[in-house]
């Protein structure tokens, strides 16, 4: 993935992920997951790095909105468990491995691309101007809060005295969450405005402009074909 043009990667991603949603077969969605183990891989991510960050989560998450598919679902009953349906098994099964290869190839390419060049690029297939501004904002502005937040904790503890009891507990974390909500929309108002005075109008500029190559161009129908194959055989 690193050694691909910043435009390949996105575009070929974003080919992969349509893929997967449109995909209604079993066999073909486990064959993705396997191509973006060996993506990953080859772009020296690992598969600690994915499980911890990817499958563990979206299992969780995903798992808890497809469980009632599995009794709510009309069909038939698998003999093991009677409440149970396969139609509703199968719904709940490619619910989970579409959101595991959809959620695994984006974090890939969020790991393997600069955020200047991941939004360069969105704008260069144009990606409406706000859209990217909001990328931006919402990146820069999620670390500064979570900075914030942890100050505010910090200075609580540093002050605090003995143990506090539940009803104090819970209006020491009201007025946490009043005070950084008043802290937040004054800080976003203030990145914004230091984004600005900095040139920033929308449009990312990087250092550097990487030139798009013969290998790019395979790569990207390399990705085209196996998407295009992907959802004729999962039909």
Known sequence: MQSLH?????????GMILA???VHNIAVLLALFAGTIVLALTSAVTLRTLALRVWIVVLAFSGVIALPALFLTPGDPVGVAPA??????????MLVARVEVAVTLTTILVLCTPWAQLLKSLRSLFVPREVVMMLAMAYRYIF???ETATQMFESRESRRVGVLR??????????????????SMDLSQEVFLAMQSRGYRGDVLTVTEQRMRWSDYVALLAAFGVAVLAIWWGR
């Open 6 to 14: 910043p435009r390949v990667r996105v575009i070929g991603i974003f």
């Open 20 to 22: 997967t949603v449109l």
């Open 84 to 93: 149970v349906t396969q139609q509703g098994l199968h719904a709940a099964v």
């Open 144 to 146: 500064l809060l979570a």
């Open 166 to 183: 539940g009803p104090e507990r819970r209006r020491m974390v009201a007025q946490t969450a009043g005070v950084l909500m008043s802290k």
